[in-house]
Structures are given as C-alpha cells and as structure tokens.
C-alpha cells in the first residue's frame, strides 16, 4: 500500500514540474534578449 501511495504522488508530481519549467524558460529568455538589446 505504501508503494503504491509514493508512485501516485510522483506522478502529478513530475507532470506539473514540466509545465513550471517551460513557462519559466521562455520567460527568462525573453527577459535575456531584452536587457542585451537595451
């Protein structure tokens, strides 16, 4: 029981670090670029 309990918590777990790490990445790339040009 207490296998099966960590596998369901590091599922959603995973899946919404993904989407953290994606919007943060473009974010901080357009962050980059803006302060280079200015």
Known sequence: ??????DADEVPAPS?????????VPKVSLHVPGLTVL
């Open 1 to 6: 029981m207490i296998p099966c309990e960590n």
């Open 16 to 24: 919404e670090e993904p989407p953290v790490v994606g919007a943060r």
